[in-house]
Nanobody, 123 residues
Framework: VQLQASGGGLVQAGGSLRLSCAAS????????MGWFRQAPGKEREFVGA????????FYADSVKGRFTISGDNAKNTVYLQMNSLIPEDTAVYYC?????????????????WGQGTLVTVSS
């Protein structure tokens, strides 16, 4: 499975961005798609996840109500819509995929990773 993330950029606080993650290869085994982020000097942290079949979504408390994950099965693509961005959202954002049946916020539980896309929020 290969994951290609895109859509990062520079945005002012209060603005919006939409990230995309396109999956290719043996995608039929994927159960959950997740988004993580890593700010300079910090550990990689969970942002949100989408279960591919049931379309259940899960979010970190820090982004709940501002970020929305959605998916397009036909395109094998998952999206992260980010609204009301704040400078603390500045990070490299990674999409990830897991074969696990149950949702997890632990990055070690994800089997495949995209290359990351940088989001910078200016104050």
């Amino acid at each position: 499975v290969q994951l290609q993330a895109s859509g990062g950029g520079l945005v002012q606080a209060g603005g919006s961005l939409r990230l995309s993650c396109a999956a290719s290869g043996r995608t039929f085994n994927i159960n959950i798609m997740g988004w993580f982020r890593q700010a300079p000097g910090k550990e990689r942290e969970f942002v949100g996840a989408l279960t591919w079949r049931t379309r259940s979504t899960f979010y970190a408390d820090s982004v709940k109500g501002r970020f929305t994950i959605s998916g397009d099965n036909a395109k094998n693509t998952v999206y992260l819509q980010m609204n009301s961005l704040i400078p603390e959202d500045t990070a490299v954002y990674y999409c990830a995929a897991t074969l696990r049946a149950l949702y997890s916020a632990n990055p070690n539980h994800y089997n495949y990773w995209g290359q990351g896309t940088l989001v910078t929020v200016s104050s």
